[in-house]
Every structure is written in C-alpha cells, then in structure tokens.
C-alpha cells in the first residue's frame, strides 16, 4: 500500500494498547528531541522560532506582513508584529510601503540557521546509514498521510540529503 493509499489509524476494541502507548511514547520522545534541536537553533540565532520562521519566509519571497502570515500560518496581526520586531533588530528591511527584505544581517542569521539544519540533518543520516535513512522518510511520509490525510500527496521529489 503506498504512502497514499494508508489507510485512517482506527483503535479498535482488542487493538493491543501496549503498543499503541508505546508508539506514542516513542513519538514523544522525537517530539522532544525536535524541541531540544529548536531550542539550540533559538539559542544560535537568538530568534523565537516564530521569528525564525517569519525571517526565512521573507528570504523566500514573502513580501509583505500579510504574506509573511500566510507562509507562516500566523494571523496577520501577530505576522505584522512578529515583521516589526525583525525590523528593530535589523535583520528586515523595507522602505514606506517597499517590500521586505532580508538585511545583511538577516542575511547571516539565515545562512546560521540554515547551518544548523545541515549539521543536524547529516548527523542524523550518518547515524542511520542510507537503507534506515530511506526507511525513516517513508515511515514519516506514510505517518503524515495517516495523521493530516488533507495535506496534498508529496510529489515524490526530495532535496539532497547531505552526503
């Protein structure tokens, strides 16, 4: 069965509950693990993830408050808040009604988080080898397709791990 194809998780009476909490102490675990790499990523940058996430939708294009929010999945009034503060530390940049751009030290934190992510990332495909790195991406792929079946289908394509 694809990726796709998974069918809805359903906890049915004799469905084995040992299994299923320990599945779900497992992802717990990861979830930790998540937030221990977002906390040195905050710590490196000296940016909330919020921010971080609102400075990286501007190097990708997002122009405006309005479209920051919408990459980000923030309401407008906290995305234009969240713009204003990475324009009092200098890392955001527009002109009275221009569009927003990364500053040369946006620029630095940006290249720093994006660091980061690479060092993380290649430790972890290191550590797993190629087969169980390969095995990782389709269990989270058929993970994300059981827990937001909305979420439309992924193309197939995947970036460079590095190697």
Same mark, same amino acid.
């Given at each position: &069965?694809?990726?796709?194809?998974?069918?809805? +998780?359903?906890?049915?009476? /004799?469905?084995? &509950? *040992?299994?299923?909490?320990?599945? &779900?102490?497992?992802?717990?675990?990861?979830?930790?693990? /998540?937030?221990?790499?977002?906390?040195?990523?905050?710590?490196? !940058?000296? +940016?909330?993830?919020? $921010?971080?996430?609102?400075?990286?939708?501007?190097?990708?294009?997002?122009?405006?408050? !309005? =479209?920051?929010?919408?990459? !980000?999945?923030?309401?407008?009034d906290?995305?234009?808040? *969240?713009?204003?503060?990475?324009?009092?530390?200098?890392?955001?940049?527009?002109?009275? /009604?221009?569009?927003? #751009?990364?500053t $040369?030290? /946006?620029?630095?934190?940006? #290249?720093?988080?994006?660091? +980061?992510?690479?060092?993380?990332?290649?430790?972890?495909v290191?550590?797993?080898?190629?087969?169980? =790195?390969?095995? +990782?991406?389709r !269990?989270?792929?058929?993970?994300?397709?059981?827990?937001?079946?909305?979420?439309?289908?992924s193309?197939?394509?995947?970036?460079?791990?590095?190697?």
């Amino acid at each position: &069965m694809s990726a796709a194809a998974v069918a809805p +998780l359903e906890i049915r009476p /004799g469905t084995s &509950m *040992t299994g299923v909490l320990a599945l &779900m102490d497992e992802l717990a675990l990861l979830a930790g693990a /998540g937030e221990e790499v977002r906390r040195q990523v905050d710590e490196l !940058t000296g +940016l909330r993830s919020g $921010e971080l996430q609102a400075l990286l939708a501007v190097a990708d294009g997002a122009d405006r408050p !309005t =479209t920051v929010a919408e990459a !980000t999945g923030q309401v407008d009034d906290a995305a234009a808040a *969240t713009v204003e503060a990475l324009r009092r530390r200098g890392l955001v940049t527009s002109a009275s /009604g221009a569009a927003l #751009q990364l500053t $040369e030290a /946006g620029r630095v934190v940006r #290249q720093q988080a994006e660091g +980061l992510r690479i060092r993380v990332l290649h430790g972890v495909v290191s550590a797993l080898g190629e087969q169980a =790195t390969d095995q +990782l991406r389709r !269990t989270v792929q058929a993970l994300g397709s059981v827990l937001a079946p909305e979420a439309p289908p992924s193309s197939g394509a995947r970036p460079a791990l590095p190697g």
